[in-house]
């Protein structure tokens, strides 16, 4: 290739790229309240409802039912267990969890939707000597979200929580990071790291290698209202505890008005 061409294929590809990275204030796709684990800033529509049933490993099984009371108010319960699915005895949850969200701040071109709410659903086997889940619940949370579009919608977000599962002793605030890509008009590509910061040692038993969780999944979207979810946790090899090897789960979900 001539060098005196590469200044036109620079100014054409800035043409084209630039553009697409614009704005999007209403996303082409179903944004999702939730990416793998964490919560985005995102929110259910007013009069709406999404069910949701999560296949885990070691059998887990987890259903929940989340209700938008408005376009920017969200609530929801959740509940399960693990060795749902197998031969050994079942081991249910010690409690349902609750999820609440509030949206402060809706998105603009210039800044972010801004939600904050308290979700006290963890995920995996519940580790009774220590009073928390494999995988800490999220807990309280404050967390940003951004959409563009670049080549199809892109959303960003960033969040903090600060979970009430204690037990291990270790009561530090959290941090998170993900994006969510619309591939095409069914299917969503998600990204999610947590950082883990409040995941460490608990007495004997080890938690943890504190590299973090990097989970990332494929959503398919059928008619905007019905979605099976695949993802791979644990991407890192971060867990001791309960085995680690990435774990492959399943979501599937459908979002319905009353």
């Known amino acids: 290739m001539r060098r005196q061409n590469l200044p036109i294929i620079t100014l054409l590809l800035i043409s084209i790229v630039i553009p697409s990275m614009e704005y999007a204030q209403v996303p082409a796709y179903p944004q999702p309240p939730v990416l793998i684990n964490r919560p ?9 409802y999404d069910t949701e049933l999560r296949m885990m490993p070691d059998g887990g099984v987890l259903g929940g039912i989340s209700i938008g009371i408005t ?45 904050a709410g308290f979700n006290s659903q963890g ?11 494999e995988i800490k ?28 599962e204690r037990g291990d002793g270790n009561s530090f605030p959290n941090i998170y990071f993900g994006i969510d890509k619309e591939i095409n008009s069914e299917l969503g590509l998600l990204v999610e790291y947590d950082a883990a910061l409040n995941d460490n040692s608990g007495g004997d038993v080890k938690i943890s290698k ?11 979207t ?26 492959r789960e399943i979501k599937i979900a459908y979002v319905e008005f009353f």
């Not at 999220?138 to 600060?162: D, E, I, P, R, W």
């Not at 504190?210 to 398919?220: E, K, Q, V």
């Open 40 to 48: 985005t800033a995102g929110s259910l529509a007013r009069g709406s």
């Open 71 to 115: 376009d920017r108010f969200m609530l929801g319960v959740s509940y399960g267990g693990s060795q749902i699915i197998g031969e050994d005895s079942v081991r249910w949850n010690p409690q349902p969890g609750v999820r609440v969200k509030y949206r402060f701040i809706e998105e603009s071109y210039k800044l972010p939707a801004l939600s």
């Open 123 to 133: 995920y995996h086997s519940y580790i009774d000597s220590l009073n928390r889940y």
């Open 137 to 164: 619940s999220t807990g309280f949370f404050v967390v940003l979200s951004k959409n563009y579009q670049f080549l199809g919608n892109l959303g960003l977000h960033a969040g903090v929580n600060y979970s009430l």
């Open 210 to 220: 504190n590299r973090g969780y990097l989970n990332a999944g494929i959503r398919w």
């Open 222 to 247: 059928f008619a905007n209202k019905f979605h099976v979810e695949f993802d791979m946790n644990n991407l890192l090899q971060n867990k001791l505890y309960g085995g680690n090897l990435p774990s």
